[in-house]
T-cell receptor, first 110, second 113 residues
Framework: DAKTTQPTSMDCAEGRAANLPCNHS???????VYWYRQIHSQGPQYIIHGLKNNETNEMASLIITEDRKSSTLILPHATLRDTAVYYCIVREDSNYQLIWGAGTKLIIKP | KAGVTQTPRYLIKTRGQQVTLSCSPI?????VSWYQQTPGQGLQFLFEYFSETQRNKGNFPGRFSGRQFSNSRSEMNVSTLELGDSALYLC????????????FGSGTRLTVV
């Protein structure tokens, strides 16, 4: 079973920041938090990952709480092309698989 | 650089047949994983290979098998196809280590009739 819980769906206005929450209350010390997204019928796309510190790349920012029990993915200026299902996954080094939940369906509205 | 390439993109097979799907990872990526995606079950892990060795296998029947070649290319095979095997099959490659994310291919859409 997935070790993360996410809201089923969210809406965001185009141009605004989209903040996607994820709970991973049972995360262990050596597990990373990964975010992927999947646009309809395409393969999942890697967005960002982190262990303890907040991370930022050209696509998004990842904010991890100090106790590491939850995180938030931030898309700073959402566009219509960001409409997708977003998956939050935790993974440790000795585990060579990704366990996927149902993800959050993010709809960006004009 | 080239991404993960999966062939074919679409496939239609008849129940009872077998099928082989191919995956070429990103150059330098030695870990290759396979996933099945269906509307009912979502994304499920099939197996992962590194240096021609299967390191982990998901909860799928023995009809599902795979292998990896010395150039890191991988194939998966499904024998005695069932209607329920209709799915999007995704391949992902990665550098070795949990600090690296997986890059996915566009998938092979298999329809069993």
């Amino acid at each position: 079973d997935a070790k993360t819980t996410q809201p089923t769906s969210m809406d965001c206005a185009e141009g605004r920041a989209a903040n996607l929450p994820c709970n991973h209350s049972t995360i262990s010390g050596n597990e990373y938090v990964y975010w992927y997204r999947q646009i309809h019928s395409q393969g999942p796309q890697y967005i960002i990952h982190g262990l303890k510190n907040n991370e930022t790349n050209e696509m998004a920012s990842l904010i991890i709480t100090e106790d590491r029990k939850s995180s938030t993915l931030i898309l700073p200026h959402a566009t219509l092309r960001d409409t997708a299902v977003y998956y939050c996954i935790v993974r440790e080094d000795s585990n060579y698989q990704l366990i996927w939940g149902a993800g959050t369906k993010l709809i960006i509205k004009p | 650089k080239a991404g993960v390439t999966q062939t074919p993109r679409y496939l239609i097979k008849t129940r009872g047949q077998q099928v082989t799907l191919s995956c070429s990872p990103i150059s330098g990526h030695r870990s290759v994983s396979w996933y099945q995606q269906t509307p009912g079950q979502g994304l499920q892990f099939l197996f992962e290979y590194f240096s021609e060795t299967q390191r982990n296998k998901g909860n799928f029947p023995g009809r599902f098998s795979g292998r990896q070649f010395s150039n890191s290319r991988s194939e998966m095979n499904v024998s005695t196809l069932e209607l329920g095997d209709s799915a999007l099959y995704l391949c992902a490659s990665s550098l070795v280590g949990v600090q690296y994310g997986y890059t996915f291919g566009s998938g092979t859409r298999l329809t069993v009739v």
